[in-house]
């Protein structure tokens, strides 16, 4: 990492961040607790110390600290965290609390200190080392779980140096939730933004989305057409709009909130003016992903097949939204699409429906006659012009089965009605037998069999070996958080595009299992991926804007760029050692770095360093589980 700190932009967002943490711990509200985890074990630490314990090497203490009492480390705190890791936002009080130190010492002790004071909190062995191959390091872990007292700390082993300071607090991931959440507020297209907490501010951007036009010939219209699809979301660090990936991260959003509705409330986001809902009662999430379920419906076709896209024929420059006026195109239909569209919708007619009976109605019919076209047309259909990808993402795949899937289920979970089951067992049966994977734009298969396994009107049977299968998927990601040095749930070859999000997809189907099966493993797990998302791992970075010390200054976002506002709270892609852009590639020739270093801190690096949605939402989905205001 280079260590540097970016623009006042930055500094504005980190003072913003530190204040809004301090004013939630002080004001708080009824938004619900964290669960519950007993206390943890010290583990390799050989059991812990309190301060005042005895000495840890020839001359490291200055007898007691200010405070009274205990012993205070007497050595100089760099917190640079080069052979430290951390997660660099924090831990939970009553959670496991792990750091990793990487290379050889002659050390077999470590402490833990007040990052002002210096005072000596905790005193643990050093566990044993080992190789971690996704790194190349050889590492140790250093666990002061039995540590429960609120405050700013560092970790500190003789001879090498500090960890960067992080915090232990129950609220100490609502920063980063706030954030996460608030990214989409920050990312609508078509709207004039001023926003009071991170100063972005520009003019609205696409407004010609109102009046695009259909790239080719449909049943309803012909090429030239004008559709209005304006709204929705900005996908990623491009301003396209995309279906697939719009889908699923609404979908995972809603699923947040209809599992733990506690967490959510209005007001939370802070809405920019302009930005509010008018719906009553509304909490703030569920306003926010309307705006994007409202663009979703614009992109579907009178017959119930739903458009891949919106974008330009070109890609702009690091520009500002609104200088991006080129012509806009409603891009291609396919039948994938048309399926998460389906399965997205029949969640959100049930999640909607206590505020809004009419807009729940309207989203429920829309599902419907998605599924209407999926039943007559059988076979994957993809429409698409050659032209269509010279400006935007292509999001292509060719089957569609995880996706009917999808629909099908949660129509079943909404409606109750039996011919969903009977579509499932007569046309997509094997879906029912397969493993679950990671949740994305890629397969919704997860989200369907969750939403079979907890269906009302779904068959028992169906529903116990569904929720068997999620609950040995969970097992298995456990296992390999076990094995890997970083406790980090990606093998070698998944270090590929968009690694930080899938590990974060794999800690959103343990949280899953926990809904049907409560182990405090999977709670532990989750968090092991949290931790490494923010900075235990082996570049000590968070993959998060605006959260921890070391993190993306240099993100590849075209909003960042061209308004030269730093915006925090975007997940970026991470670690990537298959290449994909100019930048990486020379990297990966020139140095052959491990799979876990493989990633470019560059507005240059677009396979490494951009946001995008669907990164975020399993992220979200997760801190809504640990976040505490």
Aim: some cysteine.
């Amino acid at each position: 990492m280079s260590g540097m700190r970016g623009t006042a932009g930055w500094i504005l967002s980190l003072m913003l961040i530190i204040g809004l943490a301090a004013g939630c711990a002080e004001g708080g509200n009824d938004a619900g607790r964290a669960p519950e985890m007993a206390d943890a074990a010290a583990g390799d630490s050989g059991g812990g110390v309190a301060a005042g314990a005895d000495t840890v090497g020839g001359g490291e203490f200055a007898g007691a600290d200010a405070g009274g009492g205990g012993p205070s480390y007497a050595g100089e705190l760099d917190f640079d965290g080069e052979d430290i890791k951390v997660d660099q936002v924090g831990y939970l009080p009553d959670a496991p609390k792990i750091a990793v130190l990487e290379g050889d010492t002659e050390a077999d002790r470590f402490l833990v200190v007040d990052a002002e004071t210096k005072a000596v909190v905790f005193e643990g062995a050093i566990g044993r080392a080992d190789i971690d191959t996704n790194s190349g390091e050889r590492v140790r872990h250093l666990d002061f779980s039995a540590l429960t007292d609120e405050g700013e700390y560092a970790v500190v082993v003789p001879g090498a140096g500090s960890s960067m300071k992080f915090r232990v607090a129950r609220n100490v991931y609502y920063a980063p939730f706030f954030d996460a959440l608030r990214s989409y507020t920050l990312g609508r297209a078509g709207l004039a933004i001023d926003d009071p907490v991170t100063g972005l501010k520009h003019a609205a951007g696409h407004t010609q989305d109102a009046g695009a036009r259909l790239d080719i010939d449909h049943p309803h219209a012909p090429a030239g057409a004008k559709i209005d699809v304006s709204g929705g979301w900005y996908d990623a660090g491009d301003f396209g709009k995309y279906v697939t990936p719009g889908a699923v991260t609404a979908a995972q959003l809603m699923l947040a909130y209809e599992l733990h509705p506690e967490k959510f409330g209005e007001g939370q986001l802070k809405f920019p003016a302009g930005f509010e809902s008018d719906v009553p009662g509304l909490p703030d999430v569920l306003a926010e992903v309307k705006y994007e379920l409202d663009w979703l419906l614009k992109m579907q076709r009178p017959d119930g097949a739903v458009y891949h896209k919106v974008s330009g024929l070109a890609w702009p420059g690091m520009i500002r939204p609104e200088d991006d006026t080129q012509p806009r195109y409603v891009f291609g239909m396919t039948t994938y699409g048309t399926g998460m569209f389906a399965g997205a919708m029949a969640m959100a007619a049930r999640v909607y429906e206590p505020f809004d009976a009419e807009y729940a109605a309207r989203l429920l019919e829309a599902a419907e006659r998605a599924f209407r076209f999926l039943e007559a047309n059988p076979e994957p259909v993809v429409v698409k012009s050659e032209r269509q990808d010279n400006g935007s993402g292509g999001y292509d795949k060719t089957g569609d089965q995880d996706d009917r899937f999808w629909a099908a289920a949660e129509l079943l979970k909404t409606t109750g009605d039996p011919r969903y089951a009977a579509y499932i067992g007569g046309k997509l049966g094997h879906q029912l037998q397969r493993d679950p994977v990671i949740i994305g734009w890629g397969s919704p298969l997860a989200l369907g069999q969750f939403a079979c396994a907890t269906a009302e009107a779904g068959d028992p049977a169906v529903k116990a070996s569904l929720r068997q299968k999620l609950v040995k998927a969970a097992d298995d990601i456990v296992e390999r958080i076990g094995r890997d040095g970083y406790r980090y749930a990606l093998s070698p070859n998944e270090y590929t595009w968009a690694s930080a999000k899938n590990g974060l997809a794999k800690a959103q189907l343990l949280m899953l299992a926990s809904e049907l099966e409560p182990k405090e493993a999977y709670l532990h797990g989750a968090l092991d991926q949290l931790h490494y998302t923010l900075g235990r791992n082996a570049l000590g970075t968070t993959y998060l804007t605006g959260s921890g010390t070391e993190m993306p200054n240099y993100p590849h976002s075209r909003m960042i760029i061209g308004t030269g506002t730093y915006i925090p709270g975007l997940l970026v892609g991470g670690p990537n050692k298959f290449g994909g852009d100019p930048e990486l590639d020379r990297l990966l020739e020139r140095e052959s770095p491990p799979p876990a270093k493989a990633y470019l801190d560059s507005n240059g690096s677009w396979a490494t360093n951009e946001y995008a949605i669907d990164y975020n939402a399993p992220l979200v989905f997760v801190l809504t589980y640990f976040a505490e205001p």
